[in-house]
Nanobody, 119 residues
């Protein structure tokens, strides 16, 4: 499956964005999905994950602010980001993941989508 993330942009502190990640194959509903991010000069980190059964988990840094969801009818996973902070600035990526460990399973990450939060 090929994945493409989009929806990033520039937003002020406290603002919101919704990211989308579309899959190229109709077997999307089989996969557990995750969002990751990489800030400048830092390692990529896991942000949120949703199982094929729609169970969700979040990193502590985004819990209560971000919501992951999926729509299998359109082969898309979303990340609703509210109350954004400057430290959320990063390139965001989606990937298929293992469950419940949330480890990424695909080596190719794609271009990701840049989120910039201004203070």
């Amino acid at each position: 499956v090929q994945l493409q993330a989009f929806g990033g942009g520039l937003v002020q502190t406290g603002g919101s964005l919704r990211l989308s990640c579309t899959a190229s194959r109709s077997s999307f509903d089989y996969y557990h999905m995750g969002w990751f991010r990489q800030a400048p000069g830092k390692q990529r980190e896991w942000v949120a994950a949703i199982s094929r059964g729609a169970n969700t988990n979040y990193a502590d840094s985004v819990k209560g602010r971000f919501t992951i969801s999926r729509d299998n009818a359109v082969d898309t996973v979303y990340l609703q980001m509210n109350s954004l902070k400057p430290e959320d600035t990063a390139v965001y990526y989606c990937n298929t993941v293992t469950w419940p460990s949330h480890s990424p399973t695909r080596k190719y990450w794609g271009q990701g989508t840049l989120v910039t939060v201004s203070s």
